[in-house]
Each structure stands twice: as C-alpha cells, then as structure tokens.
C-alpha cells in the first residue's frame, strides 16, 4: 500500500484533529502519501480531495471539531454514491482509507469495503460513546469534561439560592455522559435512557433530602431518557419545588480536547496506519482494558449494547 486517505464523518467530537495529525504524521513516518477529504463521504463523492504533507497538520493537536470538515452524506447509503466514492479514491491511486466518525460512518465503511478493494480502518470519534465494542470513543472524556464544568458552575449558583437544578446533556441513546459526569459531579439524580426513572422515586428523594438539611440537588438528564419539561413539571407538581433547567446542547462538541482523548487518538492513528501497511483486512480500531484493539468491521458492529450497571449502582449509592 502507498497510498492513503483519511476524513472525518457524522458528528464532531474532540480528539478528532488529533487523529487526523497523528494519521498523517505516522504514515508519512511509514513511507505513505496521505490525502485528506475534505466534508466526510460527501466530499469523497464530490472530489475533494488534497494531499497531506507534515505541516499541514501543524498546530490542531488542541483544537475541537475538525480541520477536514465533516457532514451527513444521504448519498453514501445507496451503492450508486458509494462507486462514486470509489471512482474518485481510484482516481488518485489510493487503496487504504481512515474513517473517524461513528456508528454511521462505519456502516458506511463496512459497504464500501465489502463491494470494492478498498481497506478501511475505523477510529471511532463520537462524543456519546455510544459503540458498543470499544470501552472509549475520542471525544467522550472531553464531553463529559465539559459537562463537569457546566455541574460545577450550576452548584455554586443553586447553593445560594437553595435550588434544584436539571441539566440536560447529550446521549439520545446511551446515557455514558450523563452516569460519568453524574458520578464525578457528585449529582444526587441521573436520568439515562438505559434505567426507567421513577418521578415519585425522584420526588420523595428531594423531599427526604429537604428533611436531612439539603437545600439544593442536581439532576442529570440524557437527553434521550425523558422529557425535561415534564419532568420539571412532575416535580413541581409533588413537592412544590420549582426547578431551574440547562440544556448544554453542542457545547459538548467543541472545546480543546483532554489529555486522555489526544493520547488516545495518537494510539488509535497507530494502530489504524500499521494494519493498513499489512494490508490487514478492514478493521475497527478501538481500547479495552486499556489496550488498543482491532476488530473485524462486521462483528465490532455488531457487538452487543453494553450497560455498566455496577456503575450505575455506584451513582445511586453514593447520592444518597
């Protein structure tokens, strides 16, 4: 293999410009000529393509989103743009293609992989963790970084005014934002779509905690566990207690990302470049117990939703 390319697909995270330097960086350190695509699959449809050389991927290591831009590509999902795709990476000589995005944009990958000769390595970049066969996707230590700061910055106003705050983080599907923010936050509540909430559970809980001298709590919402204005309305309704809301919403996207997030996208790149120049077949990259692995594109997609209720259980004790 001599040739590579690498873009950026789906949803931002941070830790992705890292990625994209450290791609570029090692596989020139291997010999390799490196292209970027500029806005994810659709660009590859469209031509935008440019070579890569060391220095254009100078001082982004700190920097959120993505200097390769990214976006959705409808096209991509029918086998018409995908030969598009293929036509445009045939076209510069390139056989080898890093893909730093999601659940989606590996899907994507996996059908382009599969119907032409083109290896594909996945470096999973999506704030909401969200995929079930790597521990830790870029982006998701940064997030809830970021919400950390938001819990923070909430308790010192909801202190002195003896408040209750919700706060509303992003996990439409998986709540790993709201549990790991919820527990390093010291949050009395976390609502994530994964455990069924119990409104009156929530509501006597504040009551008790009203009677033991607590005056302000904190409540952790993912977005898709329920609906912050019923919720609200539910506990003023029971208790009579009015609750301040704040929606973080795409904050969480951005922001230089954390040490644990460049480091590990520099190990993932690695790993990615590596198994290119064996020519390995595509491959998920992705860490378990600490240890950069690769996965097989179909069965790391189809690994099953994980849910670490021991954790769960640790957030409930721990608020009382």
């Known amino acids: 293999m001599k ?3 690498v873009l950026t697909s789906g949803g931002d995270a941070p830790g992705m410009n890292a990625a994209i ?25 469209n031509g935008n393509v440019n070579r890569l050389n060391s220095r ?10 993505t ?34 995005g999601g659940d989606g944009s590996f899907r994507g990958a996996r059908d382009l992989s599969h119907e ?10 999506t704030i909401d963790n969200d995929l079930n066969y790597t521990d830790y996707t870029l982006g998701f230590d940064t997030a809830v970084n970021t919400t950390l700061w938001a819990i923070n910055s909430l308790r010192d106003t909801m202190g002195s005014h003896d408040r209750v705050s919700l706060l509303e983080v992003m996990g439409r599907g998986c709540g790993d934002i709201a549990l ?9 509540y976390v609502i994530i779509p994964e455990v069924p909430y119990d409104i009156d559970a929530v509501c006597r809980d504040i009551k008790s905690s009203q009677k033991r001298g607590k005056t302000s709590n904190m409540i952790i919402l993912a977005e898709g566990a329920g609906n912050k204005d019923e919720i609200v309305a539910a ?11 704040t929606t973080l919403g795409h904050i969480q996207r951005g922001g230089s990302p954390t040490m644990f997030d460049r480091v590990l996208a520099a190990r993932m790149a690695v790993k990615a470049v ?13 860490i378990r117990d600490n240890q950069i692995i690769a996965e097989p594109i179909d069965s790391a997609l189809a690994c099953p939703k994980r849910f670490n209720e021991e954790l769960y259980s640790v957030a409930h004790i721990l608020s009382l």
């Open 21 to 45: 330097r450290a791609t570029v960086r090692y596989a020139l350190y291997k010999g390799l000529d490196v292209y970027g695509v500029e806005r994810g699959y659709a660009g590859l449809i």
């Open 56 to 65: 254009s991927v100078s001082d982004i290591i700190h920097r959120g989103g």
């Open 274 to 286: 590596d198994l290119l120049c064996e020519e390995s077949e595509s491959r998920l990259i992705g």
């Open 67 to 100: 200097i390769l831009k990214t976006s959705r590509s409808p096209e991509f999902t029918e086998q018409e743009g995908r030969r598009a795709a293929y036509e445009v990476l045939s076209a510069y000589g390139i056989t080898g293609l890093v893909v730093i």
């Open 180 to 188: 790991y923010a919820g527990i390093a936050g010291g949050a009395e």
């Open 116 to 125: 032409y000769d083109i290896k594909v390595m996945g470096i999973p970049g």
């Open 235 to 245: 506990i003023k309704e029971k208790t009579g207690i009015s609750v301040k809301t």
């Open 3 to 5: 040739k590579i390319a």
